[in-house]
């Protein structure tokens, strides 16, 4: 944590919130507040109380979501931390929506996995290739549908900043 705190970057749906968390205060794009979220052993069950108010959750991690159910109602919230966000911002300019599409290398790095192969029809949000940078996993994935034309790169390569790693065809 900075000074200036830690911040995130919470979606749900397709909308987004910047959070800035600073010890016992929640900043949440620019208002703050004060939070205080307690876990009880063994359990998924929280006890948060924020605005005065006190609440009963049940948050759990699936995948790469949060599943938090909060008076009655379900959230999948998606969590990243500002260089994970950098990142995908990165390799979202290198990867537009429209016509034959390429994903680059967004920083040099160590290809762990690739998770399409040719011929495969992805989604927007699926996963394409986890790479190492700087000793942590970045997944970069799809910012629109298409299908996998080519992969360039494989398992175990060493890779530089702009190297092609797949190319992607609109559906």
Do not use: C
């Not at 790469?64 to 990142?87: C, P, S």
């Not at 967004?106 to 495969?120: A, D, F, N, S, T």
């Not at 699926?126 to 360039?152: F, H, I, P, W, Y």
């Amino acid at each position: 944590m900075t000074e200036d705190g830690t911040r995130y970057f919470a979606g749900i749906g397709d909308e987004w919130r910047e959070v800035v968390v600073r010890g016992d205060t929640v900043e949440v794009d620019g208002r703050e507040t004060r939070a205080d979220i307690s876990t009880l052993p063994g359990s998924d069950r929280q006890h948060m109380r924020l605005h005065e108010r006190s609440f009963a959750l049940f948050a759990r991690k699936v995948s790469d979501e949060w599943v938090i159910e909060l008076e009655g109602r379900l959230f999948k919230v998606r969590v990243e931390d500002q260089r994970t966000r950098h990142i995908r911002e990165l390799a979202s300019h290198a990867l537009p929506v429209d016509g034959a599409r390429e994903l680059r290398a967004p920083m040099p790095g160590l290809i762990v996995r690739v998770e399409v192969e040719v011929g495969q029809d992805v989604e927007e949000g699926d996963a394409l290739v986890v790479m190492e940078a700087m000793k942590m996993e970045n997944e970069l994935r799809a910012d629109g549908a298409g299908t996998v034309v080519s992969v360039d790169v494989e398992p175990g390569q060493a890779v530089e900043r702009d190297v092609l790693l797949l190319r992607l065809e609109s559906r």
